[in-house]
């Protein structure tokens, strides 16, 4: 019983120094990028030409139309992005932040916290890739696109809590880090990014087993103009629940042994 | 009214070896039984045994001790950094630490900015960052270098930087593990005096050194720890006459 109250106590003054991970999340944003002209653009650009590039390829390989084919890719691969690297990254948080870990008392919530924000700012930079492919192929989502503001909340939580796992499984094994950037690089190409779902046969396990088809589909269908399944929604908010109670008690396990795991 | 309790707590930690952290050891203890678990390179350090004392208002305690006696798990324990195995640790009052002085300083970011991230990781507001600011640059003496990246300082000017910062927090407990040297022999006493009225600000000082000077200048009250156990506890020229 009080493990999990001092885990409850760890999230809600995570929760509480707000200030202090935002500020060190955009701190982390701008020491990346010191002394670059273009800075965080530069990630941006980066997959505005990556994403002309496969576009071009795949719409033929695939034979779409490329106007349909690149906002499509754009606004699914704007979000893989942002879960993969979350992930990917998630495995060194409590590494990392060693240093503060093992000379501060601040809960250990609040580096998962400004991993998050760090991510967060690095999607809005890219989300500009998104408006500019729209302007190019004068796509007009309308306004079922303001759909994607709840649909990423409900994302957010879920990699929230996935990051959590990771970054807790990773400090205590050492051996998950190169499973888990193994696991996402496979996750690209079995999810249906590149690749149109129609493409496939009617329904096939492998789009209705994926989570991660449900977790994109609550966020680039609205950036498509079309509105995310009731079963996507569905499947992301029970994902949450189940998946956020599974970390919580890892969590309560976990927490007073991180000091120790980071060495 | 500031105050520590610390009641008969025990810290016992795993030290891991090479492979013991590997899902495959895991899973094969699991398999087995754990038969193999003296195989697995883990290895339990008992840092601390029923170390229990209680420190009021006006106390400075030294901790002294050989090597790795127990010093600085303590002053861990104290800042709630480690928690304990077992016992119970009551800490009242704001709690400021003086362990490693560099910490959360960023090497691209220059002196302003580096008070700003160090006040916030502090849990200081921005009107209180503010006002500690002249403080700082009247006792590092960085003048326009303040407005430089702090990888360009060298180390005693970091030092200077970093010890302004947390020096300027006031706190109703400090917790310092060993006086850091901080450059030169003028800038040495400077810090002294500026430790001092720190000290002399707080309401509870704990203090972990192997200079009995220091001790002897700052505390009141010493504990001394041998392997983890408490060999004395008391007034500071009660336990310094048996240490030694």
């Known amino acids: 019983m009080r493990t999990l ?16 991970w935002l500020h060190l999340g955009w701190v982390e944003v701008k020491q990346r990028y010191r002394r670059s002209v273009i800075g965080p653009w530069w990630i941006s650009l980066s997959m ?34 942002f879960i993969s690297t979350s992930v990917i990254e998630a495995a060194e948080i409590f590494k990392s932040n060693g240093g503060f ?25 890219n989300f500009v890739v998104y408006l500019l492919v729209c302007l190019v192929f004068k796509f007009n989502p309308g306004f079922k696109a303001l759909l994607v503001i709840p649909g990423f909340v409900i994302l957010a939580l879920n990699v929230y809590w996935i990051c959590f796992l990771v970054a807790i499984l990773c400090a205590r094994f050492r051996d998950i880090v190169p499973m888990i950037s193994s696991c996402v690089q496979i996750a690209f190409f079995i999810t249906p990014i590149s690749w ?36 996507s929604w569905f499947f992301c908010s029970v994902m949450a629940v189940i998946g956020s109670i599974i970390t919580f008690l890892a969590f309560s396990l976990a927490r007073p042994r991180i000091a120790f795991w980071v060495d | ?34 038969r193999l678990d003296k195989n697995s390179g883990k290895v339990l350090v008992e840092a601390l045994k029923g170390v229990s004392f209680q420190l009021e208002k006006g106390d400075r305690l030294a901790i002294i001790g050989h090597n790795g006696a127990g010093k600085s798990t303590l002053l861990k324990v104290l800042a709630k950094i480690y928690e304990p195995t077992r016992g119970s640790i009551h800490v009242q009052g704001r709690v400021n630490c003086l362990f490693d002085i560099m910490m959360g300083m960023d090497q691209e970011l220059n002196g302003y900015e580096n008070i700003m ?3 916030i990781i502090l849990g200081l507001s921005k009107f209180e960052i503010r006002q500690i600011i002249p403080q700082v640059e009247e006792f590092s003496e960085l003048g326009d270098f303040m407005k430089m990246p702090i990888k360009t300082y060298s180390a005693g ?88």
């Open chain 1, 196 to 231: 149109m779902p129609r493409l496939l046969d009617q329904n096939p396990a492998i789009l209705k087993l994926n989570p991660l088809v449900y977790l994109l589909d609550v966020v680039r269908a609205p950036l498509l103009g079309t509105l995310p399944t009731e079963i």
């Open chain 2, 117 to 119: 991230l160090r006040g």
């Open chain 1, 48 to 81: 505005l030409i990556f994403i002309l590039m496969m576009g071009i390829v795949f719409s033929r390989l695939f034979h779409q139309k490329i106007q349909e084919y690149i906002p499509f890719f754009t606004a699914g691969f704007l979000f893989w992005t």
């Open chain 2, 157 to 244: 000017m970091k030092v200077r930087l970093a010890f302004g910062i947390i020096t300027s927090v006031a706190s109703e407990i400090l917790l310092i593990d060993e006086i850091v040297n901080v450059g030169d022999t003028r800038f040495m006493e400077k810090a002294k005096q500026r430790m001092k009225s720190l000290v002399h600000q707080s309401d509870i000082l704990v203090l972990s050194t192997h200079d009995l000077h220091v001790v002897r200048e700052f505390c009141n009250k010493a504990i001394w720890l041998e392997q983890g156990r408490v060999k004395a506890f008391g007034a500071i020229e009660d336990v310094l006459s048996n240490y030694k």
């Open chain 2, 1 to 34: 009214m500031a105050c520590i309790e610390v009641q008969d707590i025990s810290l016992i930690y795993p030290i891991f070896g090479a492979n013991a952290r590997s899902l495959r050891t895991t899973i094969i203890n699991m398999a087995t039984g754990g």
């Open chain 1, 5 to 20: 109250y001092l885990a409850i106590q760890d999230l809600k003054k995570a929760a509480l120094q707000h200030r202090v």
């Open chain 1, 101 to 125: 870990i093992k000379q501060i008392n601040l809960p250990h919530s609040l580096y998962v916290f400004k991993h998050i924000v760090r991510q967060v700012i690095c999607l809005l930079h």
